[in-house]
């Protein structure tokens, strides 16, 4: 299973928009409803941050949405804060009953 | 509180062997889905196993054969057993809670395994 395309870097000023992409395939981002995405901070665990393609946990800004067209997904974060600077990750159910990971994207705050 | 802690990990030599182990408090954990998800020091996540409520395994094909995932509900804990280690399996090894749709909602801080000789 190969991991999930992401963005290797996106920037954005404070209070812009900026939108991480996951493309995949049809056997995991494309044929489930299944995307989750995470933030990591250095040194940290990761913390889910959008599950099931577009939910929020509760406790997570609505800053952050989650979508999907085909076999991509995305995170949008809006209103960018010094706070949201951190690594983003992907994950996707697959047709083989695994899970499988984006490479990461590294969000920099200017 | 709601909490996973890893233990276990370790230096150990190419070849050598490791338990890792995580403990569950404030939920029960025989109730979900467990997972082992490992992170090489500057690079991206990778899942490595799953245990299912029943006590099913799953593993991706990069560790299927070399690690062995089980669980003890009554200590409301699981278990990685990593064999035939080699220096690419150096990483920190997290231990998450899964939905039943895969989001892993809790992690442990993980635990640190060094592969060297």
């Known amino acids: 299973q190969s991991a999930l395309t992401q963005p290797a870097s996106v920037s954005g000023s404070p209070g812009q928009s900026i939108t991480i992409s996951c493309t995949g395939t049809?056997?995991?981002?494309?044929?489930?409803?299944?995307v989750s995405w995470y933030q990591q901070h250095p040194g940290k665990a990761p913390k889910l941050m959008i599950y099931e393609v577009n939910n929020r946990p509760s406790g997570v800004s609505n800053r952050f949405s989650g979508s999907k067209s085909g076999n991509t997904a995305s995170l949008t974060i809006s209103g960018l804060q010094a706070e949201d600077e951190a690594d983003y990750y992907c994950?996707?159910?697959?047709?083989?009953?695994?899970?499988?990971f984006g490479g990461g994207t590294k969000l920099t705050v200017l | 509180e709601v909490q996973l802690v890893e233990s276990g990990g370790g230096l150990v030599q190419p070849g050598g062997s490791l338990r890792l182990s995580c403990a569950a408090s404030?939920?029960?954990?025989?109730?979900?889905?467990m997972h082992w998800v490992r992170q090489p020091i500057g690079k991206g996540l990778e899942w490595v196993s799953a245990?299912?409520?029943?006590?099913?395994?799953y593993y991706p094909g990069s560790v299927e054969g070399r690690f062995i995932i089980s669980r003890e509900n009554a200590k409301n804990s699981f278990y990685l057993q990593v064999n035939s280690l080699r220096v690419g399996d150096t990483a920190v090894y997290f231990c998450?809670?899964?939905?039943?749709?895969?989001?892993?909602?809790?992690w442990g801080p993980g635990t640190m395994v060094t592969v060297s000789s």
């Open positions: 245990i299912g409520s029943a006590g099913d395994p």
């Open positions: 049809s056997s995991d981002v494309g044929g489930f409803k299944y």
């Open positions: 998450a809670r899964s939905t039943a749709t895969g989001a892993f909602d809790i």
């Open positions: 404030g939920f029960s954990l025989s109730s979900y889905d």
């Open positions: 994950s996707s159910f697959t047709s083989s009953s695994t899970l499988v």
